[in-house]
């Protein structure tokens, strides 16, 4: 079988994005992970190093996202003893809220297809993104995986069945993600959701749903902004961010459309019609942290349209 020694990228990516808790995700531009695959000598899939590896992953491939999502597509192929040698690079912190895990999977996937000259179509590494991403969280789920393969917004319409949409994104829309340096687990984000939604939030939940899918398509800032509220999720899950309020206050003060929670958390992101409403308010929300003396990194991003990409 033909082979091509390949770099690949896949960006980090925002998931729920406020309404779409499970369903909705859009990539950011720059942070993400790296995948280098060359060929080897001792048979099978082997991952020989792993730079930033400040969370001591595991080589093992069944117990490396990227590694096993690689793996995956060679035994689609039914060719799980062709040699090959696997270098990752974190090039993103893990626990952030903004799909590390869906990176690594992705970059993984997306690169041994490219190592391989492309067989497999895009739903098929899809596929074997997310199943890799489960060993990470324990959940089958495609809202970070998905905009990290395809890159802009993806709507899932049903995670099982991996149905996913893409969608148009507004001209010059930009994001603004905030990372305070704590940790939430993901297991704990999840553990603290109410089973049961009050029909009343459901209801006000869709319509804010089916109209940030609308305003897409039209272009529509303000229905975006319209749309752009939590009142399902935000509200359970604000409490295990310090300020998380006065944080959303402040951004929406300077302009943003709308401000929510990143994935599980920590992190929050705020969308923002153009580049100089982004700077405003990634000067001000620094200048918050700054005043409280706590850490924080923030990414004022465009909105990854690519996706996963080879070098």
């Not at 942070?31 to 595991?58: F, H, P, Q, Y």
């Not at 990752?88 to 993984?108: D, F, H, Y």
């Amino acid at each position: 079988m033909k082979t091509i020694p390949c770099k690949c990228f896949a960006p980090a990516s925002v998931a729920n994005v406020a309404v779409g808790y499970d369903v909705l995700g859009f990539a950011i531009e720059e942070l993400g992970d790296e995948v280098i695959l060359n060929d080897a000598t001792k048979k099978g899939l082997e991952i020989t190093l792993i730079r930033n590896n400040k969370a001591k992953l595991s080589k093992n491939i069944k117990e490396n996202v990227a590694g096993f999502a690689a793996w995956r597509v060679m035994q689609h192929l039914g060719i799980e003893d062709l040699p090959v040698k696997m270098e990752i690079n974190k090039r993103m912190p893990v626990g952030t809220g903004l799909g590390s895990s869906a990176s690594s999977a992705a970059a993984g996937a997306f690169a041994m297809n490219a190592f391989l000259d492309f067989p497999c179509d895009k739903m098929t590494i899809l596929r074997c993104a997310t199943e890799a991403e489960q060993i990470a969280d324990g959940a089958w789920h495609a809202d970070n995986v998905a905009p990290s393969l395809f890159g802009g917004f993806v709507l899932i319409r049903d995670n099982p069945s991996l149905d996913v949409v893409g969608l148009p994104c507004i001209p010059g829309l930009r994001a603004v993600v905030v990372y305070p340096h704590i940790k939430i687990l993901t297991k704990d984000s999840r553990d603290i959701l109410s089973e049961n939604v009050p029909l009343k939030s459901h209801i006000k939940q869709s319509g804010n749903l089916a109209a940030f899918v609308a305003a897409m398509y039209k272009s529509d800032l303000g229905l975006l902004e319209r749309s752009l509220e939590d009142v399902v999720i935000e509200p359970q899950r604000a409490k295990l961010i310090p300020d998380f309020y006065s944080i959303k206050d402040l951004a929406l003060e300077n302009g943003a459309l709308g401000f929510s929670i990143s994935g599980a958390g920590p992190s929050m992101f705020a969308l923002c019609a153009n580049s100089v409403i982004a700077d405003n308010i990634a000067d001000a929300v620094q200048k918050f942290f700054d005043d409280k003396k706590r850490p924080v990194t923030i990414y004022n991003s465009a909105i990854n349209l690519e996706g996963a990409k080879r070098y």
